[in-house]
């Protein structure tokens, strides 16, 4: 009776059986039709920290560094890190970078589209056990007893716009990752029943397919643990009352039952003690910024809005059209008051929630049983660890931590449509009017919204309609059009930034950091002071504060203000060059060059030391060491025109014609359009005598810069010696 059940229902869809094969191609095609537009998108949002500044994806850096370090390449240990451990997905980060040979944006998002569409491909048959039960055919292999079923359901999670954050976002990489182990994991666990086809007879269909879900170890555990036993102690309920023989129908899933919980938990248990072990023994530290529910007083305000979050997740995956790239920051004020209006969504949420686990545990039907059942395990055990229940997350909504729960959303869904195909051929045709066209209006989204990706300049704007009072958007927006150049524009972002949160200091450092370019000086300094006063251990906020400090000649604040710096993050070379700035200004010569040696043997590659360096032992008639840093500089920086360019000075000053004149023409040769480099030329031809070089020089200078004082001065200094060579 419940296969006959199960065909009959998934007959009513208004979906095509397709053969096994031509349902997964279409599915992937499906897949690659919604996110393949973001291929040749840029590195964008939190890919800077987790790509472009990892270290950990460079060649140089030792692969056991991948197990020591977090997500974005810090140390595990350090108080600073997230404590989000995934070196699988880094290491495929630094695949990519060795086979592109560096930072290639289009393979990191190949990648990401390939994943999807595989999972997309695979989920087919996950849904096939959960919807149709487990079963095999003759050789070993899953059948699919609900092929339209499955396939409606696989089709609406591969199209599903809430994963756009996941695969067209590098960093959600990690992710899908963690969907491709689970489905792997699934069908493993699904295939180690085979052997009780034969024995179990009809309870072979449904409760294996119970032990559905493990998105990490121990999720198997919890599923087998509470919809197994539960659904045997619905049929040993019903054996007792028609007193059946329950050895024959309840008892041979019991075996191995405690066996499987042995395993599975120690093997989860042993496993978490490792991360906890290499994370450092303790939390990861967050702030208020990030998740303001978990930091309010009250635990009552805290748990209403917990589940306001619920809601808003679970309101994504119903409708997707209202995505956001950060959810932090004022984007969701926090309910504190019963009055406000927002309260009445966690009561929806659970009232729908109760009532499909209600058909879970009490249906009649078995199949609506294992339904039900699989379904809320699937969207509710994956989006625990982001349910703030065990521990605090940093974030408030992140779209990617729900990529998996949208399988059992997806599941449900279509279930309710097979419930309703089943009301008349009417309403069979009008269902599948509307399935088709959530289906295009879903692929439209997704190929809309991974447009917004491909740019971080689209991905900020695109927040500001549905986050206006995030100031964290605000700010990103700001640095985005600082970063091309409309300053004027940034500062108005930023500003609101601010506004909308008076405490953001970094939005005041970048406002600071913008006036100060612009000579605001007062008003920089303003900033900067609330800023270190707000959070007296921003490193940057301290230098960049002494930066306006020395340009308004505040020297002995400006000094306090880099040593401040300097404490909190003792390995900071540009510091250390500003700092040298500011000794050189005050003539303190040897604390100049100690400044900027420092930088130098922080930032073997910083170009600014090295180059104040040789020109300021130049300017004190310190000759020999200036040539000494010069040869040292250029071994490090072999292309840097700036150093060629000092350093040929002081090989000049020696009368090192020779090699001087190679320098110059180097620098000359990688930047021709910098006047002051043919004028030094110019000049280096004239005291070795060459008058005629010399004389070209000047003139290629003079038209480069004709209004060049000191071009113009030696030139006519040179055809003044020219006239008297001439004339004797």
């Known amino acids: 009776m419940m296969l006959q059940s199960e065909w009959s229902l998934d007959n009513t869809l208004p979906v095509p059986q397709l053969p096994q094969f031509w349902a997964k191609a279409i599915i992937g095609v499906f897949a690659l039709l919604c996110f393949g537009i ?49 070196p699988l997905t880094v290491l495929t980060f630094r695949l990519n970078y060795l086979i592109a040979g560096g930072l290639h944006p289009v393979g990191f998002h190949v990648v990401n589209i390939a994943l999807h569409s595989v999972i997309s491909v695979m989920i087919l048959d996950v849904f096939s056990v959960l919807i149709g039960g487990l079963a095999y055919d003759e050789k070993g292999r899953l059948l699919n007893r609900a092929p339209k079923a499955s396939f409606l359901a696989a089709v609406l999670f591969a199209v599903h716009p809430i994963h756009t954050e996941s ?89 191995g039952f405690l066996t499987r919980i042995l395993l599975v938990a120690s093997g989860g248990i042993t496993l978490l003690y490792c991360r906890w072990r290499i994370m450092g023994t303790g939390p990861p530290a967050f702030t208020e910024v990030d998740n303001p529910a978990s930091f309010a007083d009250s635990a009552i305000v805290r748990a209403i809005n917990y589940n306001y979050y619920y809601s808003l997740n679970t309101w994504l995956l119903v409708y997707p059209w209202w995505l956001c790239f950060d959810w932090s920051m004022g984007c969701l004020p926090l309910i504190k008051s019963i009055s406000d209006v927002r309260i009445f969504a966690p009561l929806v949420l659970w009232f729908f929630l109760i009532g499909i686990m209600w058909q879970a545990l009490c249906s009649t039907n078995t199949d609506e049983r294992r339904i039900f059942a699989s379904g809320i395990t699937l969207v509710v055990i ?37 419930i309703l195909s089943r009301q008349g051929r009417r309403i069979k045709n009008i269902i599948s009017v509307a399935v088709t066209g959530l289906v295009i209006l879903n692929i439209m989204q997704c190929v809309r919204r991974s447009c917004h990706w491909r740019t971080e300049e689209n991905l900020f704007t695109s927040a500001l309609s549905v986050c206006p009072f995030n100031a964290k958007v605000h700010y990103n927006v700001g640095k985005n059009l600082a970063d091309r150049g409309k300053e004027i524009s940034a500062i108005q972002y930023y500003r609101e930034a601010v ?32 800023a270190v006063a707000i959070q007296p251990d921003f490193a940057a906020a301290w230098m960049n504060l002494g930066i306006v400090q020395n340009s308004l000649s505040k020297f002995e604040e400006a000094e306090r203000s880099y040593w401040t710096a300097i404490k909190y993050r003792k390995k900071y070379p540009d510091c250390y060059y500003n700092l040298g700035r500011l000794y050189a200004d005050l003539h303190r010569t040897v604390d100049a060059l100690n400044a900027w040696r420092n930088a130098t043997l922080l930032k073997p590659n910083h170009s600014l030391a090295w180059n104040n360096l040789i020109i300021l032992l130049d300017n004190t008639g310190n000759l020999a060491q200036a040539e000494a840093v010069g040869k040292e500089a250029l071994k490090l920086l072999p292309s840097d025109h700036t150093i060629m360019f000092s350093f040929a000075n002081v090989l000049g000053k020696l009368k090192k014609y020779k090699e001087s004149e190679g320098l110059f023409l180097k620098a000359i040769q990688i930047n021709p359009t910098i006047a002051s480099y043919r004028g030094n030329l110019a000049v280096l031809y004239h005291r070795w005598g060459r008058l005629d070089l010399a004389s070209e020089q000047y003139k290629l200078a003079l038209r480069l810069d004709p209004a060049s004082p000191g071009i113009v001065e030696n030139y006519n200094l040179l055809k003044k010696k020219l006239e008297q060579v001439k004339k004797g």
Not at 50 to 65: F, H, Q
Not at 207 to 216: D, G, Q, R, T, V
Not at 382 to 411: D, K, Q, T, W
Request: aromatic letters at 12%; a positive charge.
């Open 38 to 86: 973001s291929y040749d998108g840029d590195f964008v949002f939190d890919d800077s920290e987790a790509i472009i500044n990892n270290k950990d994806l460079r060649p140089e850096t030792s692969l056991s560094s991948l197990w020591e370090h977090d997500f974005w390449g810090t140390n595990l240990i350090s108080n600073t890190s997230h404590k989000s451990y995934r």
């Open 167 to 255: 695969v067209a976002g590098i960093v959600g990489r990690a992710d899908l990752l963690c969907a491709l182990f689970f489905l792997l994991s699934f069908i493993s666990y699904c295939k180690a029943f085979r052997k009780y086809v034969g024995i179990a007879g009809k309870a072979s269909i449904y409760c294996p397919s119970l032990i559905a879900f493990e998105k990490m170890v121990g999720v198997n555990t919890v599923f087998d643990a509470l919809v197994i036993c539960k659904m045997d102690i619905l049929q040993l309920g019903m054996a007792l009352l028609r007193k059946d023989n329950m050895s024959e129908k309840v008892l041979p899933w019991k075996r």
């Open 382 to 418: 994956p989006f625990l660890p982001a349910s703030n229940i065990f521990f605090r997350v940093g974030f408030v909504i992140a779209e990617r931590v729900i990529y998996l729960s949208s399988a059992g959303y997806c599941m449900l869904l279509a279930y309710g449509i097979c």
């Open 499 to 530: 506004r909308l949160n008076p405490k953001y200091v970094h939005a005041m450092n970048n406002l600071g950091n913008i006036l100060k370019e612009r000579k605001e000086l007062h008003e920089a300094e303003k900033l900067l002071s609330r």
